[in-house]
T-cell receptor
Framework: EAGVVQSPRYKIIEKKQPVAFWCNPI?????LYWYLQNLGQGPELLIR????????DSQLPKDRFSAERLKGVDSTLKIQPAELGDSAVYLC?????????????FGPGTRLTVL | KNEVEQSPQNLTAQEGEFITINCSYS?????LHWLQQHPGGGIVSLFM???GKKKHGRLIATINIQEKHSSLHITASHPRDSAVYIC?????????FGPGTRLSVLP
């Protein structure tokens, strides 16, 4: 069974440029998460989807970040314009139903470097 | 907001040693997860606990709900156990991760 797929694995851009990350969750998983992980820290939730609905986006900096999951399957996270402080690893995870005991399966992440 | 702390921050052990990593949190939770992250790799879920103790191979996880504390133990540690171990708690619809403990097991 394929795991959570993310692309690209690495991205280097100059500040003020736009960037987009793509995630394809495990087949059948209704819940999709986007996390940001800074070096030496644990992941921080950016947004959580139940199917195509964003049910928790309270930590998403909406002035520059946006996300979509149009058909309730794969998802795209966008930053426009990127700032130096956005350099981090962006992780995507999915789970079957988002319940409190559900196991999340993480993708390999996209490492973003903003110059 | 639930504050999740882990100790130690970094840990170096010799192969074969018994290892303990601790996690404490500030608000009552519905579940606690222990995760493993290898350098440059993805995150793998090791355990999900809501009470008591779980064992999988050389890994043992315990949780004390009253004390708001969990421990992850590794028996007979091996260099391949070298990774970052992250504690994550679920309360309500929120999911909060600890900062991680970086473990290095030397041969």
């Amino acid at each position: 069974e394929a795991g959570v797929v993310q692309s690209p694995r690495y991205k280097i851009i100059e500040k003020k440029q736009p960037v987009a990350f793509w995630c394809n969750p495990i087949s059948g998983h209704n819940t999709l998460y986007w996390y940001l992980q800074n070096l030496g820290q644990g992941p921080e939730l950016l947004i959580r989807y139940e199917n195509e609905e964003a049910v928790d986006d309270s930590q998403l900096p909406k002035d520059r970040f946006s996300a979509e999951r149009l058909k309730g399957v794969d998802s795209t996270l966008k930053i426009q314009p990127a700032e130096l402080g956005d350099s981090a690893v962006y992780l995507c995870a999915s789970s079957l139903a988002g319940g409190i005991t559900d196991t999340q399966y993480f993708g390999p992440g996209t490492r973003l470097t903003v110059l | 907001k639930n504050e999740v702390e882990q100790s130690p921050q970094n840990l170096t052990a010799q192969e074969g040693e018994f290892i303990t990593i601790n996690c404490s949190y500030s608000v009552g939770i519905s579940a606690l997860h222990w995760l493993q992250q290898h350098p440059g790799g993805g995150i793998v879920s090791l355990f999900m606990l809501s009470s008591g103790k779980k064992k999988h191979g050389r890994l043992i996880a315990t949780i004390n709900i009253q004390e708001k504390h969990s421990s992850l133990h590794i028996t007979a540690s091996h260099p391949r156990d070298s990774a970052v171990y992250i504690c994550a708690v679920r309360y309500g619809q929120n999911f909060v991760f600890g900062p991680g403990t970086r473990l290095s097991v030397l041969p």
